[in-house]
């Protein structure tokens, strides 16, 4: 199973980005998929899911910003980033793991497949 992100790049703040995943080895809508990102000196945290019937979740620090869809025919997942601010700059990693249950989609050490990372970089 191999996740590909892409999408990244730099913005200025207000900005929009689309992030991508798509999978290989394994059918997205079959799994709950999520999206972590990582600033420099900080730990890795979840910023959305999106479960295989559609619902999804958010960190409070990009609710009302940031969405989550899937494309089904593309095998893909996305993240739609609006209002982009300085403090969204990181490493944006999607994430997977088979058997992941709803209470446990916050929690990073619950996934054992991960993206490669594309980077994210909010200019004020």
């Known amino acids: 199973v191999q996740l590909q992100a892409s999408g990244g790049g730099l913005v200025q703040a207000g900005g929009s980005l689309r992030l991508s995943c798509t999978a290989s080895g394994r059918t997205v809508s079959n799994y709950h998929m999520s999206w972590f990102r990582q600033a420099p000196g900080k730990e890795r945290e979840f910023v959305s899911a999106i479960t295989r019937s559609r619902n999804t979740y958010y960190a409070d620090s990009v609710k009302g910003r940031f969405t989550t869809s899937r494309d089904n025919a593309k095998n893909t997942i996305y993240l739609e980033m609006n209002g982009l601010k300085p403090e969204d700059t990181a490493v944006y990693y999607c994430?997977?793991?088979?058997?992941?249950?709803?209470?446990?989609?916050?929690?990073?050490?619950?996934?054992?497949?991960w993206g490669q990372g594309t980077l994210v970089t909010v200019s004020s």
């Open positions: 994430a997977t793991s088979a058997g992941l249950i709803l209470s446990s989609l916050r929690l990073r050490d619950q996934y054992n497949t």
